[in-house]
């Protein structure tokens, strides 16, 4: 059972447009919602993250929007460069616990 | 946050054998990770290493294909055992990172079974 579906599975952007990946989870307990960025050869590495008291958060280009009745959060990249082409996971968790992640959406932003 | 180094980074192997991924941290930490990346998907939690004591196995993994060792706070290594072409994946490392709840990964073992 996949407790996080994340779509869509590819994207491609223009240079300067605005990216959006959306995430959608099933466990109510979860209380912490992390995106990961993964170039190719490399491990995920975290890029921002957000917990259900708040309903946005913003670090940069990056914004994660949270709506917590719909068990939904999505990622915003705005401006979006080629340096973010890039694979975004998302995860959840339960307090401390591991994480479980979505199944990722390759990022391509055209020049 | 942590800094980690998994050997080897790559490898290719014949089918029967076993390879030993090694991860080394900067920092002592208290849980070590293990996750498998299929080609094209997304990360599997394999098992949870926590020093002195036995690993915790997800469903689906078992210690006699994935035995893991733990001898201290900055190390770790996963074997992968009696290999065959379905293992071929990557497979990282991963510790808690400094902010709660985050994690840091290593660039991952790309694993080819021939």
């Known amino acids: 059972q996949q407790q996080v579906k994340q779509s869509p599975q590819s994207l491609i952007v223009q240079k300067g447009g605005i990216s959006i990946i959306n995430c959608a989870y099933e466990?109510?307990?979860?209380?912490?919602f992390p995106w990961y960025q993964q170039f190719p050869g490399k491990g995920p590495a975290l890029l921002i993250a957000?917990?259900?008291?708040?309903s946005e958060k913003k670090e940069g280009r990056f914004t994660i929007s949270f709506n917590k009745s719909a068990k939904q959060f999505s990622l915003h990249i705005m401006d979006s460069q080629p340096g973010d082409s890039a694979t975004y996971f998302c995860?959840?968790?339960?307090?401390?616990?591991?994480?479980?992640f979505g199944k990722g959406t390759m990022l391509l932003v055209s020049p | 946050s942590a800094v980690i180094s998994q050997k080897p980074s790559r490898d290719i192997c014949q089918r029967g054998t076993s390879l030993t991924i090694q991860c080394q941290v900067d920092?002592?930490?208290?849980?070590m990770f293990w996750y498998r990346q299929q080609p094209g998907q997304s990360l599997t939690l394999i098992a949870t290493?926590?020093?002195?004591?036995?690993?915790?196995?997800e469903s689906g993994f078992v210690i006699d294909k994935f035995p893991i060792s733990r001898p201290n706070l900055t190390f770790s290594t996963l074997t992968v055992s009696n290999m065959s072409p379905e293992d071929s994946s990557i497979y990282l490392c991963?510790?808690?990172?400094?902010?709660?709840?985050?994690?840091?990964f290593g660039s991952g073992t790309r694993l080819t079974v021939v």
């Open positions: 995860a959840a968790s339960k307090g401390y616990s591991t994480l479980t």
């Open positions: 466990n109510t307990a979860f209380d912490y």
């Open positions: 957000i917990r259900p008291d708040v």
């Open positions: 920092s002592q930490v208290t849980m």
């Open positions: 991963s510790v808690e990172a400094d902010r709660v709840g985050g994690y840091t």
């Open positions: 290493a926590n020093q002195g004591s036995e690993a915790t196995y």
